[in-house]
């Protein structure tokens, strides 16, 4: 596995796994929860140690699942992230729903907590001064956000009195580059790390042909899903967590590790998707 530094001091895996769909999507769905629990097990067990979900995925059931994998393992050793969702950004309420997380994770913290979505009707300072009381009473370790543009991520961080953001979780990938623009850099301005959900957009780097793709990761004697994550990965200060409840494919996610991109190779891949 490969570690980066996301706080100073604190190294997790660059690659992470994602839990949306897990559980169900609004609503639960426990048709396949063993099936889950045994695929995060696995993912622990080969070093994404890195786990991501949220209270609204599964309506809470992914949470539940999480916990259920994770159940007798050194808690010392994960890097457990979730996020409370938009209407739930007063500050009772996000007090309430980080108890409720963390009862569903059968933990007692979690690493890091971020805002899942902004929501423009509820004031930032509000928000913000309730996930510094979730630090001070240890509930996270760190916070962030999630969907910020980098204008919305800079004035959160103003709204902190006695920490700083350490995450900007965003939709980035070589389909959606639109991060690298301006949040990405304000992301490294600030000392934030980005971490990219979707990396594989729901498999649609597999589905779109292209030859520049395929002569690299024949290069490299590796897949299209290898060098889409190493494209994340090769970035300074970027993480990504992509899903899948399939072994092969969570196998498939490790050979990312271990090799980097040229930069003529970044760049042309960049230029042949944008």
């Known amino acids: 596995m490969e570690f980066r530094e996301i706080a100073k001091g604190v190294?997790?895996?660059?690659?992470?796994?994602?839990?949306?769909?897990?559980?169900?999507?609004?609503?639960?769905?426990?048709?396949?929860?063993?099936?889950?629990?045994?695929?995060?097990?696995?993912?622990?067990?080969l070093g994404l140690t890195h786990i991501?979900?949220?209270?609204?995925?599964?309506?809470?059931?992914?949470?539940?699942?999480?916990?259920?994998?994770i159940d007798g393992m050194d808690r010392e050793k994960l890097f457990i992230t979730s996020k409370v969702w938009h209407n739930h950004l007063h500050?009772?309420?996000?007090?309430?729903?980080?108890?409720?997380?963390?009862?569903?994770?059968?933990?007692?913290?979690?690493?890091?907590y971020l805002i899942h979505w902004p929501n423009p009707d509820v004031h930032l300072k509000e928000t913000m001064e309730a996930l510094e009381e979730c630090l001070r009473e240890g509930h996270t370790r760190f916070i962030g956000v999630s969907n910020f543009s980098a204008q919305l991520m800079e004035a959160a961080q103003r709204n902190l009195r006695e920490t700083k953001l350490v995450a900007n979780q965003v939709q980035y990938s070589l389909l959606d580059q639109k991060p690298r623009m301006e949040l990405l850099p304000t992301c490294r301005k600030m000392g934030v790390s980005l971490i990219a959900y979707r990396p594989l957009e729901r498999g649609a780097i597999l589905q779109t042909p292209n030859p520049v793709m395929d002569e690299i990761a024949k290069t490299h004697g590796k897949t299209r899903v290898q060098v889409a994550l190493n494209w994340l990965i090769s970035q300074e200060n970027v993480f990504t967590i992509p899903k899948s409840t399939n072994p092969i494919h969570?196998?498939?996610?490790?050979?990312?590790?271990?090799?980097?991109?040229?930069?003529?190779?970044?760049?042309r891949l960049a230029e042949a998707y944008r």
């Open 91 to 112: 500050r009772d309420d996000l007090l309430r729903s980080m108890k409720a997380s963390l009862k569903r994770l059968g933990t007692d913290y979690v690493d890091l």
């Open 250 to 267: 969570i196998m498939e996610f490790m050979g990312a590790l271990g090799w980097r991109l040229t930069p003529e190779e970044w760049s």
């Open 11 to 45: 190294s997790i895996p660059i690659l992470g796994l994602g839990t949306w769909g897990m559980g169900g999507r609004e609503t639960p769905d426990k048709a396949r929860d063993s099936d889950t629990v045994t695929a995060i097990r696995m993912a622990v067990e």
């Open 52 to 69: 991501d979900t949220a209270e609204y995925y599964g309506a809470g059931h992914a949470e539940e699942l999480v916990g259920e994998a």
